[in-house]
């Protein structure tokens, strides 16, 4: 059975949604955390 490599890729800030898309595109796996948050300002 191949054996499967872990690599770690630098990105350019707020341009990971991009290349986990691009990654997508070649079909390669990829891990990307991603949390969603609300903001509430209360100077507003």
């Not at 290349?19 to 100077?43: C, G």
Request: proline share 5%; hydrophobic share 40%; charged share 30%.
């Amino acid at each position: 059975m191949p054996t499967k490599n872990w690599y770690a890729v630098y990105v350019k800030s707020r341009s990971e949604k991009r290349v986990a898309k691009e990654f997508e595109a070649l079909n390669i796996n990829y891990y990307l955390p991603f949390m969603k948050k609300l903001k509430v300002w209360s100077d507003r």
